[in-house]
């Protein structure tokens, strides 16, 4: 890697770790592991990767007050569901603030900060790389049928997205939380 990328690199890392709180910050380190992996599996640039994964909870540490404001302010569209559960909301926050805070143009990792969360159709490999990585990654114990989600990432990443987002539904749907329509979406593109 080139001495100025992993300038970039030691620079976000830093600012991340004095952005989020310690237990947020160790989920982010692991899905920069593991969305490094995936790129190298896949054959997608690494440092790419590296940055959308280190990037990707930039705002998820702010309130919902917060995130709602800096909506607002900056003219992102709020959904409805959003506007009932503001958490969902640090995805769209977060490519915003790595735009502006932290200097990212690459419209692909941009892109795969704002749909981490839901996901969307017609996903690029990165942005299913770094949807992927935040279920996977090593600090991840709490989600549905890891062992096996893990191993079928390694090997097809469509197929990974389809168990994932039906893990994510079938969860919702027992009443642990409100389905976002684009995450029902993206499970029958892919399904």
């Known amino acids: ?25 160790q989920h982010t380190l692991g899905v920069e592991f593991t969305a490094a992996a ?12 590296q940055l959308a994964g280190l990037l990707h909870d930039c705002a998820k540490c702010l309130s919902d007050e917060k995130l709602l404001k800096i909506c607002s302010k900056n003219d ?8 009932r559960n503001p958490y969902l ?4 926050v977060g ?10 143009e690459d419209e ?38 890891l062992p096996e989600v893990r191993k079928l990432a390694f090997e097809n ?6 168990k994932i987002l039906k893990d994510i539904l079938e969860y919702l749907k027992g009443g642990k939380g409100e389905i976002d329509p684009m ?4 499970y029958q593109y892919y399904a």
């Open 38 to 49: 995936l790129a190298m599996r896949y054959g997608m640039p690494v440092q790419q990767a």
């Open 108 to 145: 692909d990792i941009l892109n795969a900060i704002e749909w981490h969360t839901t996901g969307r159709p017609g996903m690029s490999e990165l942005e299913k790389i770094i949807f992927i990585a935040d279920y996977i990654e090593p600090a991840r114990k709490q989600a549905p049928n």
């Open 183 to 186: 995450t029902l979406k993206t």
């Open 89 to 92: 909301l640090h995805g769209k």
């Open 157 to 162: 990443l469509d197929q990974a997205m389809v």
């Open 1 to 25: 890697m080139p001495k100025k990328d992993e300038d970039i690199l030691k620079k976000l890392t830093k600012e991340m770790e004095d952005v989020q709180t310690g237990k947020r910050f």
């Open 76 to 83: 992102l569209a709020v959904s409805e569901i959003e506007k």
């Open 95 to 104: 490519a915003f603030l790595a735009k502006t805070e932290y200097g990212i």
